[in-house]
């Protein structure tokens, strides 16, 4: 194995690679190679294994914006990478909040959080989408291979004056045949301030078959009421609904923005592609407790992991954490969490 455990600057950055490249033996079961977008100038890392191909742009999110399996894609695609960052293509990372926040702000242990104006007037999906992650390691074995990046709030940075709480999250993406899996870590580097946060992923998935088979599967306790796509608190029973979750049902004519909860590491959601023979299961660990179910008029549509509700700080302040379950890591201590993609 050939892994670089810290990569302080691109020079070390580009040494690893050629290391990395010529030392995995070539019948290592995961291969890397990494490329340079000609017009972003972005590293572009692509991770192999058998038959399932993920892409990486850490210079824009660290979205994993390309997974292939069995010469299926199956993440909506920009034109150009230019268009990437943002949340419309690929696995785009969702932090400190996934979804939406109530008026663009909130308070917690006394101290008020605001995000600015937006069109929506909620601020929408966190901070970490959009900029730049440094790559921090990378590791090839007959196995997986794998790549962490890691992004950190510090004084100075726009995000940490929006979110000035002293801290970093690490993100290690894991590739093996046919599942790729985020493992994120955030560790509390502030001296006084507790840190609240969710964390989730808003991946894209294209029909790669028909809408009307495509079915998906929810094994969640409740769906949480809504009202202009943001939650009142209040919990439904699935078993209430007119559609059962917990049984596949057909996206075909489905308009889905909602929230559900009671989720945890035993419990699967499934994607299943009927007519293609394809389906992916999306499995996160315990801290996953929430899943946002996306169905627009388009040929795509979201299935989010979260480790928290929409707008899950304004519920903590209200008292409500019982259907918010925001994530607070004390000063000086660190969390963690996973999510895999599963395809066959």
Known sequence: M??????????????????????????????MSI???PETGWTIYTLTHGKTTIRIAPDAGCNVFSI???GVEFMRQPEALKHLPGVAYGVPVLYPMPNRVRGSQFTFEGRTFRFGDNP????????????????????????RSELTCQLVFSPGTDRFEKFPVEHAIKLNITLTEGTVRWDYTVRNSDPKWKLPYGFGLHPYFRYVNDRSQTFLTVPATHKMESVNVLPTGKLIPVADLEYDTTQPISLDGTSLDDVFLGMDAKKQTVIDFRSAVRKVTLVGSDEFTHLVVWTPNDPYFGIENQTCSTDAHNFYSQGKNDVAHLQICEPGQSQSGWVEYRFE
């Open 35 to 37: 490329n340079q977008d």
């Open 2 to 31: 050939i892994a670089a455990a810290v990569l302080p600057n691109r020079c070390l950055l580009w040494t690893c690679v050629l290391l990395l490249c010529c030392a995995v033996p070539q019948d290592c079961g995961a291969k």
């Open 120 to 143: 929506n007037q909620h601020f929408i999906h966190g901070l970490a989408h959009s900029v730049g992650w440094e790559v921090v390691g990378m590791a090839a074995t007959d196995e």
């Open 68 to 70: 292939q399996h069995d």
